[in-house]
Structures are given as structure tokens and as C-alpha cells.
């Protein structure tokens, strides 16, 4: 017995017991290097960003002034600044949205119905377009939607063109091409995000009991009072986490609508142009304040609707 | 209590089969308006699924069933005067106790006032008062199959089918949900559907019984018949285990050449015996105590068999008892029954 136990006594395995008597020593191990990636070099470097935005451009000169002022911020809230934000964060609610719409079919397809192959075919179709590159698919997109594209070749063979013609004259939505219009942008990030909706669905629905609904159906409940009663109220968590997907995404790319659509910017493109280009960092800094305070209203409403603690 | 003479629930040589499985096969069955029926079986006996048949959550590969008259198969389950209480309850857990309970009268259009009323009074004929804005989550399993059938009761269903509702509950309060649900089937006069696989809840609970096997009903009965007069051999084994003889054993045991059940509480120990037309000295093999009675390991004539004898009668390990009983406690029965 003592033999065994003296045989033990390596420095790992002391190591070993003193994590076994205290838990907490366990914890910190485990956690420690993760935030100190996270605390140290992501929020560190996200609130020197934060700090830039109370610094200004001198004009003139071009350089940034390291002196606190609020003027900086003031120049964010001109019109066309505040065009750009509303632009973005209209885009991303369409498109979460539509997504929403899109994936919910889907989702439920593969989570009450796919057995086997199906499910695994699910998978790969969802996942796939994952898998190859972001620059690819978008600039797919542009060659789809241009005039030349294969939708417009499409209906011109089917002779009706002029739904597409008239569709483009329309204000706002239209454009010279579906590949130069809102459309176009709207239609990209719809597809682009996609697997981020209907993934977080598929879950939430798979944990749906299927005697739920046997049991909406028993107490005389028509499959539409089922979907609005059981099915849409337990898979709600699963739409506001995929719609924190999409709407976040959206609100901050800067590469596709610089690739498809128009010419108006964008929160991502705004941010990258101010930085890059402009060289000017404060208001660069203050627009990407933008999406993260509208992430946080919007998780800030989501909480509110219940939808962390439906479940 | 007898079945009325309207039938609520007839199936009409009906059969489930799912593939190569045939869950239920053939089954033939009329169960009368008020009664309490027990459906009892092992498990995937097919007593399930003749619920779910009843429910319309199945359809049946043919044959006919018929609800009140009225032809059931092709009907959705909405679409049918029947509830059920769930296994494992299934109540809606993004609900409150009352918004389970009010929910099959919400989605029949009845007022949000009307049907919170409705559903307080449900609440209150299932004793469970005070728990309205509760979570079934927040709930202990007894209340939650309380809420189930509450949630079942409220829309007054022509027949109320209950699987395994006390399944999850543990022994106590088992028992007091037996007394429950008879008090209930009582005051309410429904037709009560009630799938187990416990054979004391369907013979203690139940007005008759059908006892399934590999997807058919072997007996129907009331639980007299089913436990004093089995058909079959499974029968016999299968509701209060049975000591079955063949039928070379039986007429060394005063028994005629079939198969025959003798019941463990029919065999007396000792002077007891000495007034039985059917006596026999044995060789005590085991007793095992289980608080009212000690099950006996007897054997007798080369063959083991086994009785309950009050647990003041405590002997030794291979001591010569005398043992007996009466002639009309040998059942002779149909066959063996294991074949079906």
C-alpha cells in the first residue's frame, strides 16, 4: 500500500491531487489562457479602437489630434453618415428576415422528417457552400445577376424579359442591372448566410418533442394552430440566435455589397474606406462603435421577447 | 360495472404493420360506453399501438375501427372527440399550468375568461389548486400527470385514453393515482382507455381487460375471469405468475390431462392443508420473505412450484411440509399460447 503510493509521488501527480482538492485551481487552468486571448488582445485592442473615436483628423494636416473631443462623433451623425447606417441596418433586417422565411421549411424538413441518407444529404447541401471560398461565390453571384447573366439569358428564352425590365425601372429596389441593385446585394447576402439561419433552426427543432405536437393535435389543434402554438413559440430560440447571425454578419460586411449592387456604402465599407483610404482612424473608429451598439439593442430585445428563456 | 349498450370504441379485424413488423394484428374489440378498459401486455405487445390507432396518431393497414358509430380511420386526430394522456405527459413546456390545461379549448375558440374557468375547474376536480401560473418544469411528477389529465378532461372527449400514466411514478404515489383515476372515471362516467403493462393497475383499475400478445388479444375479460380463468398459458404466466403444468404434470397434482394453472395463494402449508381434497408432501426448497407473505419454493413430486404462505409461516431450508388444495383451484386452460 505505502509502496504504491510512494511510487505515485511524481511532480505531475501532485500536480494530479492539488487539482483534485481544489476545483477552483482546475477551473483556472482551463480558463486562463482563453481570456487572456479574449480580455487582454481582443477587448484591449477593441476599446484602444473605442478610444480612437473620441480623437479627431485635423483637417489640414492629417493627422489625428490625441485630444478628447466629441466632434468626431458629431461628424457621424451627418445625414450622409446616418444614410449609411440606416441603409445597413434596414439590409440586415431584410435579409434576416427573408432568411428566417427561407430556412424555416428547410430546417423543419431535415429536423421532423430526413432519416439517414436524407439527414446526411441535408447536411452536405446546408455545409457545402461553406466550404468554398466567399470571394468565389459572390463573384458567381455578380456573373449570375449581370445583364449578361444566366437569369437574364433564362427569361429572355422563356420571352419574358420585360418582368425583368420592368422590375429594374422600378425605383429604389431596381437599377441597371439585378448585379448593380440593391436586389442584387439583398440576394447575395440572403444566400451567403443562409446556413447560419437554418442550422441554429434545425436544432432548436430537433429538440422539439414529437409528442408535442401529437399531443396539439389531440386536444383539437389544426396543424396551423400547432406551427403558431408549439412548434413557432419552442423553435423561437433557434430563429433569434440564427437572426444573430445573419443580422451581424450583414451589418458588417464590406465585401459584398462593394462587389454586387450599387455604389452606396455600407457600415463595413464606411469603416474600411474612413481607415484605409481616408487614413482618417477616429471616424473609422466611431463607425464600428455603429454595429456593436446595435447588437447590443437588438440582443437587449431579443432577451426581452423571451427568447433565451423560452426553453 | 357492466358496459351500456352503446359501443364507444370498435375495432373490426384491424392490423397495423409497419414493414415486416406487425404491431397489431388482426385485433377484434368493443369496448362499451362508461367502461374502464385495461389494455395490458408486455412491452411491444401492440397495446400502444392500438392506442394510437383509437387517438388517430396511426392508421391502420386495414380493418375498420369506429368511434361512436362513427367511422375513425382517415380522420386526424383533431378531428376526433378523443384525449389522451401522454406517457410522459407531454405538456408544453414554453406554457403555464393553466395555458396547458385552457389549450384545447383556446384552439376550439372559446373566450380567454371562459376557458381559464373551465380550466380552473379542471384543476380543481384533478386536486391541483394554486399551481395556475407554474411551469410544468416547476412541477413534481405527480403534479404533471395531474395537469396531463386535467389538460385531457377539460374538453370533455367522448373516450379518454391514458398510456402508461402512472409509469413514471413511484410506488405511493402510484397507488394514490389508481384511486385517482377510479374516483374520477366514477364521477365523470367517460369511457376510459387505459394501456399498462403493470397487471396489479389493470386488474385493480379496470372494469375488463384485454391481454395483448405479439400484436393480438389473446383474452378479454373482467379481471376475475383473466386471473382466476386463463385461456392460455401466457395468460396465466403473464397476469400474477402462475405455477403451469403441463399436461402430463397435472394429473399427478389431482389436475386433468391439460395444460392447468394453479395459483401460488390457492396452495395452503401445514395443518391448513390437512382440509384440501388435493394434499401432498413437499420439500420446503426457499422462502423469501416480502413483508404480508413469504414466497414458498416448494417441491413436490420431483417438480419445483411455488407458494404464498402468510409471513408467520417461516420454515427451514428442506424441511417436509404437508401441502394443498382444492380441486377447483387447478384451471385447465386452452394451450399454451406462446405460438400466436
Redo the contacts between chains.
Keep these: 500500500m505505502s509502496d504504491l503510493a510512494l511510487r505515485r509521488r511524481g511532480p505531475l501527480s501532485s500536480l494530479i491531487d492539488a487539482v483534485y482538492r481544489h476545483p477552483r485551481l482546475f477551473l483556472a487552468l482551463l480558463l486562463a489562457p482563453p481570456l487572456l486571448w479574449l480580455g487582454v488582445i481582443y477587448l484591449g485592442s477593441l476599446f484602444a479602437l473605442l478610444a480612437q473615436s473620441f480623437f479627431s483628423l485635423d483637417d489640414f494636416s492629417g493627422v489625428i489630434v490625441r485630444e478628447f473631443t466629441l466632434s468626431t462623433w458629431t461628424q457621424l451623425m451627418a445625414p450622409a453618415n446616418l444614410d449609411v447606417i440606416i441603409r445597413t441596418v434596414l439590409m440586415s433586417a431584410l435579409v434576416t428576415i427573408a432568411d428566417a422565411i427561407m430556412a424555416f421549411p428547410i430546417a423543419y424538413y431535415a429536423a421532423r422528417y430526413a432519416r439517414g441518407l436524407m439527414k446526411a444529404a441535408f447536411y452536405l447541401l446546408v455545409m457545402m457552400p461553406l466550404w468554398s471560398s466567399y470571394l468565389v461565390k459572390v463573384y458567381a453571384w455578380k456573373l449570375i445577376l449581370a445583364r449578361e447573366g444566366i437569369d437574364t439569358w433564362v427569361l429572355d428564352k422563356l420571352g419574358l424579359k420585360f418582368l425583368l425590365d420592368w422590375y429594374l425601372s422600378l425605383p429604389v429596389i431596381g437599377g441597371p442591372s439585378l448585379s448593380a441593385s440593391y436586389t442584387g446585394t439583398f440576394i447575395v447576402f440572403c444566400y451567403v448566410w443562409l446556413p447560419y439561419m437554418i442550422l441554429p433552426i434545425q436544432a432548436a427543432l430537433e429538440r422539439v418533442?414529437g409528442?408535442?405536437i401529437?399531443?396539439?393535435?389531440?386536444?383539437?389543434?389544426?396543424p396551423r394552430?400547432t406551427f403558431r402554438?408549439?412548434i413557432l413559440?419552442?423553435a423561437f430560440p433557434g430563429v433569434v440566435a440564427g437572426s444573430i447571425f445573419t443580422f451581424s454578419l450583414t451589418l458588417g460586411d464590406y465585401i459584398i455589397p462593394q462587389i454586387v449592387g450599387g455604389s452606396q456604402y455600407y457600415l463595413g465599407q464606411a469603416v474600411y474606406a474612413q481607415q484605409g483610404t481616408a487614413g482618417n482612424i477616429p471616424l473609422a473608429a466611431a463607425f464600428s462603435v455603429v454595429p456593436i451598439l446595435i447588437m447590443g439593442v437588438y440582443l437587449t430585445f431579443a432577451r426581452k421577447l423571451g427568447a433565451f428563456d423560452?426553453? | 360495472m357492466t358496459p351500456t349498450s352503446t359501443t364507444a370504441v370498435m375495432f373490426e379485424n384491424v392490423s397495423r404493420h409497419f414493414g415486416a413488423v406487425r404491431a397489431v394484428d388482426g385485433v377484434d374489440l368493443k369496448i362499451g360506453q362508461g367502461e374502464f378498459f385495461a389494455m395490458l401486455g408486455p412491452s411491444g405487445s401492440g397495446k400502444t399501438t392500438c392506442l394510437r390507432l383509437i387517438a388517430g396518431f396511426e392508421q391502420p393497414t386495414a380493418g375498420h375501427i369506429e368511434i361512436f358509430g362513427e367511422t375513425a380511420e382517415g380522420l386526424a386526430p383533431n378531428r376526433r372527440d378523443v384525449n389522451t394522456v401522454f406517457q410522459d405527459y407531454a405538456l408544453f413546456p414554453h406554457m403555464t399550468v393553466l395555458q396547458n390545461v385552457a389549450y384545447g379549448l383556446m384552439v376550439r375558440g372559446v373566450p380567454r375568461l371562459e376557458r381559464e374557468k373551465c380550466a380552473r375547474e379542471a384543476l380543481s376536480l384533478v386536486r391541483l389548486e394554486g399551481m395556475d401560473l407554474r411551469r410544468p418544469a416547476q412541477l413534481s411528477g405527480g403534479q404533471r400527470q395531474r395537469v396531463a389529465l386535467a389538460r385531457a378532461l377539460v374538453n370533455r372527449p367522448k373516450v379518454l385514453l391514458l398510456d402508461e400514466p402512472l409509469g413514471a411514478l413511484d410506488l405511493k404515489l402510484r397507488e394514490e393515482m389508481q384511486d385517482e383515476l377510479r374516483r374520477l372515471h366514477k364521477q365523470l362516467g367517460l369511457t376510459f382507455v387505459f394501456v399498462t403493462h403493470d397487471q396489479g393497475e389493470a386488474l385493480s383499475m379496470a372494469d375488463r381487460v384485454a391481454v395483448f400478445n405479439k400484436g393480438r388479444i389473446v383474452q378479454i375479460g373482467t379481471p376475475e375471469d383473466i386471473y382466476q380463468r386463463p385461456t392460455t398459458r401466457f395468460v396465466a404466466d403473464f397476469v400474477g405468475s402462475s405455477n403451469v403444468l403441463t399436461p402430463d404434470e397435472a394429473p399427478r397434482f389431482g389436475g386433468v390431462s391439460r395444460w392447468t394453472s394453479l395459483r401460488p395463494e390457492s396452495i395452503l402449508i401445514g395443518a391448513v392443508a390437512d382440509a384440501m381434497d388435493v394434499r401432498h408432501t413437499a420439500e420446503v426448497i426457499d422462502q423469501q420473505f416480502q413483508g404480508a407473505m413469504r414466497k414458498t419454493r416448494l417441491k413436490i413430486n420431483g417438480l419445483e412450484i411455488y407458494a404464498m404462505a402468510p409471513s408467520s409461516q417461516a420454515f427451514d431450508v428442506g424441511q417436509a411440509v404437508t401441502v394443498g388444495w382444492a380441486r377447483s383451484a387447478l384451471h385447465a386452460m386452452d394451450g399454451e399460447g406462446n405460438d400466436v
Design positions: 418533442p409528442n408535442l401529437e399531443a396539439s393535435a389531440d386536444l383539437g389543434a389544426s394552430d402554438h408549439v413559440p419552442l423560452a426553453l
